[in-house]
């Protein structure tokens, strides 16, 4: 008795010494599943810089012991137009669990009508939401050459849209780093590799808070 008692005991530490690793392996390949989608612009594409300068590949190192993953699909240039042409295959490709929408820049600076923005803009919330992701939005800002009416209409259209859905309304990023010429490049629309680091550092605080409470 004592020999199938001493036998049964083995087998047990031999199926625990099996069973945790697998179980260990299994809460980290869940733990990945969660996915931060970037639709953005060149504000958010590294534009003028290297990828690793970007902040969203610094804030994905910032990431590296979080459960989650940042696919940057943001390109130089786009417009609301072109994103939600882009985001159903986005959507499909990476089914990520939550989108930052960083849009509108373009539209603005090219004069696109607001209205036409504002529903581009609501269309990419909706399809981000019916694949069953979170979404943000960020208040985008124009310079006031536009003219009043068009930059007030411009600005109040995130508002607008992030009270109608529901979703949260962060900050533009470049609202204080815009100010300072030593933060900007040349073009003094896009900011330099020293501005992407305070760039990735905040939204590392207001995104953590979101997607990690």
């Known amino acids: 008795m004592a020999f199938l008692n001493t036998n049964s005991l083995r087998n047990k530490i031999y ?21 931060l989608l970037i639709l953005g612009d060149s504000l958010s594409a590294a534009y003028g810089l290297k990828q690793e300068q970007g902040w969203v590949s610094l804030l994905q190192d910032a990431w590296q012991n979080k459960p989650i993953t940042i696919i940057n699909a943001a390109i130089s240039g786009e ?8 985001l159903p295959r986005l959507l499909n490709t990476h089914q990520p669990t939550h989108v930052f929408i960083e849009l509108g820049g373009n539209d603005g600076l090219q004069g696109h009508p607001i209205p036409k923005m504002r529903d581009n803009l609501q269309s990419i919330i909706d399809l981000s939401q019916k694949s069953g992701s979170k979404v943000f ?24 849209l992030a009270s109608e859905n529901n979703i949260p309304l962060l900050p533009f990023f ?28 905040g ?6 808070v979101l997607i990690f409470p």
């Open 137 to 160: 939005l960020q208040q985008i800002q124009i310079p006031t050459n536009y003219g009043r009416r068009y930059t007030e209409s411009f600005t109040s259209s995130y508002t607008q």
């Open 174 to 201: 470049l609202e204080e780093i815009a100010l300072n010429e030593n933060l900007m490049q040349r073009d003094g629309i896009h900011p330099t590799a020293e501005a992407q680091v305070i760039i990735a550092k």
């Open 203 to 208: 939204m590392q605080q207001t995104l953590e």
């Open 15 to 35: 199926t625990l010494v099996i069973l945790i690793p697998l179980l260990l392996i299994s809460d980290q390949l869940m733990a990945k599943e969660s996915k």
């Open 79 to 86: 417009t609301t137009d072109g994103a939600l042409a882009r």
